[in-house]
Each structure stands twice: as structure tokens, then as C-alpha cells.
């Protein structure tokens, strides 16, 4: 059976549809078209469950623009299965023009704001009964799949391999630590000053070490081994595929690695594991900043009130020792 899955932002809420889609594919035998943003329509290549991916550019964005792409998309795929991983306003609207079945996920949208205002213990629970991949498979399970069946699954090309194993030798790397210090929402990540002293206490132990991501100020200008805004969505899933592991905060990347197996250290403040993103497995490390207030923030947009986010009262010596102690364990 095929279908037509879509889910239009951002990049971890997309990265985490790749394993629900390759569930499906395995038990159910499906394949999908995808609708998504075009600057993530990379993540969807090689995946044997997707068969094409549509881009939604900027031309769609206006109210005319969306109602005109959506009613192609609905006469394109007339009698298709429409499976609504996003649930806006837009997609709502997509839903209302489809001529074929429908099918929703449930977002919690309800229980997240009442949980952020009350902290209630009880609606705790639910929340972090389910986590976001369980939540989009219930869109056509009746009983959420165990959170391991749904792990997201990215596929860097051979080519791409080779040109990130060629890059890390010309930079004398070897299985580097990745770090990626950025955010969209900035008190979702710590300040640039505490990266530059968890970069530097690594380097003093000999930890081989390549900063990624987008930002307009790099964490160490003019160094070999930052490669901010220097790559490729899919070359930097290439890299993260070569590293040792990634140290992030709440972010895109943070699901890039966990996508392609790479072992995450993922630093949470605002956002908690009670929004269902947080990386499963013994592998990954999560690292909660200690606040009553937290969560404070769906999305790490809300302005820490106290003038400083709580990330940045985490200690990065102390989460150097902690990675440090990990490679001894797990490297030879």
C-alpha cells in the first residue's frame, strides 16, 4: 500500500517520522510519498520506504499558495491514504480537500501546556508514557509499538562515507567527539563561553574533537576542526556517522546521530523528556539541568525569567569527566 505522509518541519520532528515510516514499511509492507519542507527533503534519501519526497518551498507559504498546492496534492493523489504527521492549520486544510482516507496522530498539545502551567504529577506520567515516534505511530496503530521498533533511520550514501572519511583524515581526526553548540531557540543550548571551556577541557585530555551546525558565529573562528555552517545536511549526517559520539543540546542534530547510531550526550533545560523527543537506548546520555521550573518552554522559545538558562549553570568540567569516563568504557 502506498500513502502520502506529511510532515512539514522542524528538522528533529521530521528526522523521527524516518523511523516510524520504516516501521511501517517492515510490518505493513508500505511505501510513502513525503511532503515536507525542501531544505529537509534530504534527510528522506535511500530510505526503501520513500518513494519520492515533494518539497514545500517558499512559494507555498502564503495562504493562496498553500490552498493552490494543496489542492493538487489532493487531486494528484486522489484514493491515497493520507497520513497528517504535523496537524497545523495548513494540514488541516489538506485534510479537508483530500479525496481518500485520513489519518491523524495524537499531538497532546492539551496535556504539554496544561503539564508546563501545572506540573502536575499525574499528567507527568502520561506524557512520558508515550514518546513523540510512539505518538506518531498511533496514526494508523491501534497500540503504540515498543520505542525501540521506531528509532529514526537515515542513510548517508557510500559517496557520502567517503568524503566525510576523507575530511576527518586531512584533519588528523580519528572517530572524533562531535559537539554542536547551537540552537534555534537559544536557551535551549549553553553559551558559547561554556562550550569553548567543555571543547577545551577535551582537547586538554586528548579527545579528538569537530564542532557542527549552522550558525553565523562559529564557535572557534578560523580552526580546522569547526565546521560550522561549512556542511551539507547530508554531509554532516555523513560525519556524525564517522564520530564517537555527539554532545548537543535539545536539537536537530541531536536526532541526526541518533539516526545514523551515533551514541548522544544531550544536554536538557527547558525542554523534558516529558515532550517525547529525548534519544532511547543504553547508548545515549541524558543530562537534565537541575530547575523546579522546568519545563518551562514547548519549544525553548520562552526567555529563561531568571536572565540565564539553566543549561548554563551546568558544570562542563563535570560533563567532560562524564564523557571521559564513557570512552573509557566503551573504546578500546
Do not use: N
Amino acid at each position: 500500500m502506498h500513502a502520502v505522509m506529511v510532515r512539514l518541519s522542524a528538522l528533529g520532528d521530521v528526522t523521527l517520522t524516518t523511523g516510524v515510516l520504516h516501521f511501517w514499511h517492515q510490518t505493513r509492507g508500505m511505501t510513502f510519498t513525503v511532503v515536507t519542507r525542501d531544505p529537509l527533503t534530504p534527510l528522506f534519501a535511500g530510505h526503501p520506504a520513500v518513494r519520492d519526497v515533494i518539497a514545500v518551498t517558499d512559494a507555498h507559504r502564503s495562504p493562496h499558495g498553500w490552498l493552490c498546492f494543496a489542492r493538487t496534492l489532493a487531486r494528484r493523489f486522489a484514493g491515497f491514504p493520507l497520513i497528517d504527521l504535523h496537524g497545523t492549520l495548513r494540514t488541516r486544510l489538506l485534510q479537508m480537500l483530500w479525496h481518500g482516507p485520513v489519518h491523524r496522530y495524537p499531538k497532546f498539545s492539551l496535556s504539554r501546556r496544561l503539564f508546563r502551567a501545572t506540573h502536575h504529577p499525574g499528567m507527568g506520567v502520561r506524557l512520558l508514557a508515550s514518546s513523540v515516534p510512539q505518538r506518531y505511530a498511533l496514526a494508523l496503530e491501534h497500540q503504540a509499538p515498543e520505542r525501540t521498533s521506531l528509532v529514526p533511520r537515515l542513510f548517508p550514501s557510500p559517496k557520502e562515507l567517503a568524503w566525510a572519511s576523507a575530511l576527518l583524515k586531512d584533519l588528523g581526526l580519528c572517530r572524533p567527539l562531535a559537539l554542536h553548540p547551537y540552537a534555534t531557540h537559544p536557551a535551549k543550548t549553553p553559551k558559547p563561553a561554556w562550550w569553548r571551556t567543555l571543547l577545551c577541557t577535551l582537547q586538554e585530555a586528548d579527545v579528538p574533537c569537530l564542532v557542527i551546525g549552522h550558525s553565523s558565529t562559529p564557535l572557534i573562528a578560523h580552526s580546522p576542526v569547526d565546521r560550522t555552517s561549512r556542511d551539507s545536511l547530508r554531509q554532516t549526517m555523513a560525519l556524525l556517522s564517522l564520530c564517537q559520539g555527539l554532545v548537543t543540546g535539545d536539537s536537530g542534530p541531536m536526532h541526526l546521530a541518533w539516526g545514523v547510531d551515533t551514541p548522544v550526550f544531550a544536554l536538557f533545560g527547558p525542554t523534558t523528556a516529558h515532550w517525547g523527543f529525548v534519544p532511547e537506548g543504553d547508548r545515549h546520555h541524558i543530562l537534565t539541568a537541575s530547575c523546579p521550573k522546568a519545563p518551562c518552554s514547548l519549544h525553548g522559545k520562552t526567555p529563561c525569567p531568571d536572565g540565564a538558562t539553566c543549561l548554563d549553570r551546568l558544570d562542563p568540567q563535570s560533563i567532560a569527566a562524564s564523557i571521559l569516563r564513557w570512552r573509557a568504557r566503551v573504546l578500546p
